[in-house]
């Protein structure tokens, strides 16, 4: 079945340094949704690609879908302690059936 | 801004014992979610629902699992019995339900039902 992969599974960053978080899916995609999942808390949507080789930017952060469809990245400059959490990406397979299948994610914290 | 309900918010459980897990999504939202998330892990679906029927369900483990969504709002979600590897956040999300091939409609998580079986 698909697997999607991210790294690193774990990221310690000095406040204000940048961050990147890298997807890999074993097949294909039609679309890829990064979630945020806060400590205690759920997933919450961030963003959706759908173009091979997009990029979206939200304020600090940048989203990249790569040009095979295949892999994403997420960039977030200069960190703020609001960033803490874990950092999903989710894939969608265009096998006529439309499920998404969610990394393994990225944890993030912040050293002040 | 409206939200996924779910309850409860902890259950605790010995093993071979009964649970139900309830979750009321976003008004209008057809489509319904059931996804298990265990700790350091990312979500994995279970289920789901398009209105009352079941789109997917190819990772519930049918043996023990069950899922209903009987007027096409609410969903409870069993397991009997509980096992303890089935220890993990349980996940209810939802969207609107307009599926177009080729892509996914975001998900609105609620707030989990965190199980411990003992």
């Known amino acids: 079945g698909q697997q999607v992969m991210q790294i690193p599974q774990y990221q310690h960053v000095q406040e204000g340094e940048d961050f990147t978080t890298y997807c890999n899916s074993s097949t294909t995609l039609s679309n890829i949704q990064w979630y945020k999942q806060r400590p205690g808390g759920h997933p919450v949507f961030l963003i959706q690609?759908?173009?091979?080789?997009e990029v979206k930017k939200q304020k600090r952060l940048t989203f990249q879908f790569g040009e095979a469809k295949k892999n994403s990245s997420l960039h977030i400059t200069a960190t703020q302690t609001t960033d803490v959490g874990t950092y999903f990406c989710a894939g969608g397979a265009n096998f006529g059936n439309e499920k998404l299948t969610f990394g393994t994610g990225t944890r993030l914290t912040i050293i002040p | 801004e409206a939200e996924v309900a779910q309850s409860p918010r902890y259950k605790i459980t010995e093993k071979s014992q009964a649970v139900a897990f309830w979750c009321d999504p976003i008004?209008?939202?057809?489509?319904l979610y059931w996804y298990r998330q265990i700790l350091g892990q990312g979500p994995e679906l279970l289920v789901q629902f398009q209105d009352e029927s079941v789109v997917d369900d190819s990772q519930l483990p049918k043996d023990r699992f069950s899922a209903e969504r009987l007027k096409g709002v609410d969903s409870t979600l069993k397991i009997q019995p509980a096992e303890l590897g089935d220890s993990a956040m349980y996940l209810c999300?939802?969207?609107?339900?307009?599926?177009?091939?080729?892509?996914?409609?975001?998900?609105?998580f609620g707030s989990g039902t965190q199980l411990s079986v003992l």
């Open positions: 999300a939802s969207s609107l339900g307009a599926i177009v091939r080729g892509t996914n409609e975001k998900l609105f």
């Open positions: 008004s209008g939202h057809a489509t």
């Open positions: 690609l759908v173009k091979s080789g």
